[in-house]
C-alpha cells in the first residue's frame, strides 16, 4: 500500500466572484482557531460558532473562492490549520486525501485497492461514504470496504491499519460502510458488526484492540457518544433499533425499536442535554423521541413522542432547543421533539443536509441547490438561494470561519459565504 501522487491532483480553477455590497461580515481567511474534524463538525451536530455570514447572495450565488475536479464518494471534508482531508474512489482504489484550503491543491494522498466485495453494489454510487476523523497528529478513515487506516496528518505516512471484515468478521454493508469513527479518551472507536462485534475501540496510536463492545448488527449511521446521568454511552442505529452500549464495559445499556420496511437506518441519532434522544429514517419508520433516564445502575427508556411522517434518510439534521430541523423527502421541516408535531414543512428542498451558524441555516439539497435561510420553530425564510452542483449531492457540507466547502459527484468546492475580500491596490508612485 504506496503513497501515490497521480490524478487527485486535478485542476484547479479560481473563480472571483463579487460579494454583495450591502451584506455584513469580516473578509479574509477562516479563524485560525476555527476547525472541522469529525462528522458534523466541531460538537458532531452542525452547529457552529462562526460569525459574520451575508444575509443575501448575488443572483449567482456566493462568491467561489476555486474550484476542482475530484473523485467519486460522499465522504465529508474535514478542516484543521489550512489543510482539508477527505477520501475519494479511483477504478479499483481508495484515496486518502489532504488539500490546500486556499487553492484546493493536493498535498498528499493516500491511495490503497480497495475492490468491492461480491455482496457489495455501487447502485448508489462506489463510495467512500464516512467522513474521516482527526485527533492529534493523526487522521483516520474507514473506507466503502470496512478497511481501516490511520495516517499521520502532517505528510499521509500509514501509521497502522486494519481490515475489519477479514481480521474481525465485522459487517460488509451493501451500500458501503458508511459509519464515521468517534474519539473516546485514547481510542479511535469505530462500528464493526458482525458475529463477534458491535464496535471496536482501537487504541488511537499503534491500533491495538483496547475495548470491544457486545455484538449487534451495524447499519449505515455514524455513531454519537452521549451522558446519560453521568455514565459515558456509545449510541448508534442498527438496521432495526437503537442502541445505548456502557463505554467503560461495552455491554448493551438499552435498546429500543426503530424498523423501517427496508430494514436500514442511515441518519442520526440526534442528542440533548435534557436526555432526549431524536432518531429517525426514511419509510414507514418516520421519527420518534426517547427520554433515557438512568437510576440506581440502569438506563431506561421511555418514547414519548412519535411522528411517522418526519422522515430523515441519510441527511443531516440540526436540534435547537426542542425543535429538530432537517429535509425530509421533498421538503424541510421544523419538528417538535417532546409533542411530536411537525410545526412546518417547506418544499423545495430534496433531501436538503442543513447546518446551522450566525443565526442562519444553510441548506445543499440532493439536486446540488444550496440555500440560505432563517428559521424559528414557527417559520422558514429564504434568504438566498442558488443553483450550485448536479444531482445527486449528497455529501453534507462543511462550514468554516464564512467558508463553505461543497462536494458534488465529480467536483470540489470552496465559497465564500462572508463578505469578499477587498482586491488590493498597487502603492500610488
Known amino acids: 500500500m504506496a503513497k501515490g501522487r497521480g490524478s487527485m491532483r486535478g485542476v484547479v480553477a479560481g473563480v472571483g466572484v463579487l460579494a454583495c455590497a450591502c451584506g455584513l461580515g469580516v473578509a479574509g481567511p477562516p479563524e485560525v482557531a476555527a476547525s472541522w474534524t469529525q462528522w458534523g463538525g466541531p460538537d458532531r451536530n452542525f452547529t457552529v460558532a462562526s460569525r459574520g455570514l451575508l444575509s443575501a447572495w448575488p443572483e449567482a450565488g456566493p462568491a467561489r473562492l476555486w474550484s476542482r475536479e475530484f473523485g467519486a464518494g460522499y465522504s465529508a471534508v474535514l478542516y484543521e490549520n489550512g489543510r482539508l482531508y477527505t477520501m475519494a474512489r479511483e477504478g479499483e482504489d ?136 453521568g455514565q459515558d454511552q456509545l449510541v448508534f442505529m442498527t438496521p432495526t433499533e437503537v442502541v445505548g452500549i456502557d463505554l467503560r464495559a461495552g455491554k448493551i445499556e438499552w435498546r429500543h425499536p426503530h424498523e423501517n420496511q427496508y430494514k436500514n437506518n442511515c441518519a442520526g441519532p440526534w442528542w440533548g442535554d435534557d436526555n432526549l434522544l431524536f432518531v429517525s429514517s426514511q419509510g414507514d419508520a418516520g421519527g420518534r423521541t426517547l427520554k433515557l433516564t438512568r437510576r440506581e445502575e440502569r438506563t431506561t427508556v421511555e418514547e414519548i413522542a412519535r411522528d411517522r411522517k418526519m422522515k430523515v434518510f441519510h441527511n443531516s439534521g440540526v436540534r435547537l432547543g426542542d425543535t429538530f430541523y432537517a429535509g425530509s423527502h421533498e421538503f424541510v421541516a421544523a419538528h417538535n421533539v417532546r409533542t411530536g408535531e411537525t410545526t412546518w414543512k417547506e418544499r423545495g428542498f430534496s433531501e436538503a443536509n442543513v447546518l446551522v451558524a450566525d443565526g442562519k441555516m444553510i441548506l445543499l439539497d440532493e439536486n446540488g441547490q444550496l440555500a440560505l435561510a432563517t428559521v424559528s420553530s414557527k417559520e422558514f425564510t429564504v434568504l438566498a438561494q442558488v443553483q450550485l452542483l448536479e444531482k445527486p449531492t449528497w455529501t453534507a457540507p462543511t462550514l468554516v470561519g464564512t467558508r463553505l466547502y461543497v462536494r458534488g459527484q465529480d467536483k470540489l468546492m470552496a465559497l465564500e459565504l462572508g463578505a469578499a475580500p477587498t482586491p488590493s491596490r498597487p502603492p500610488s508612485p
Open 94 to 229: 481508495e484515496v486518502v486525501v489532504a488539500l490546500d484550503a486556499d487553492s484546493g491543491k493536493t498535498v498528499w494522498e493516500y491511495r490503497y485497492p480497495a475492490p468491492h466485495h461480491e455482496n457489495q453494489t455501487a447502485q448508489f454510487g462506489g463510495g467512500p461514504n464516512a467522513a474521516p476523523l482527526i485527533v492529534g497528529e493523526f487522521l483516520y478513515a474507514v473506507g466503502f470496504t470496512s478497511k481501516l487506516h490511520c495516517l499521520k496528518k502532517q505528510d499521509g505516512t500509514l501509521v497502522w491499519s486494519h481490515d475489519l471484515v477479514t481480521e474481525f468478521g465485522g459487517a460488509m454493508p451493501q451500500f458501503g460502510y458508511s459509519a464515521s469513527p468517534i474519539a473516546y479518551e485514547s481510542m479511535v472507536v469505530v462500528l464493526v458488526g458482525g458475529e463477534k462485534h458491535g464496535a471496536v475501540g482501537f487504541d488511537q496510536a499503534d491500533g491495538s484492540k483496547r475495548w470491544q463492545a457486545v455484538p449487534v448488527d451495524i447499519s449505515y449511521a455514524s455513531p454519537l457518544i452521549i451522558d446519560v446521568d
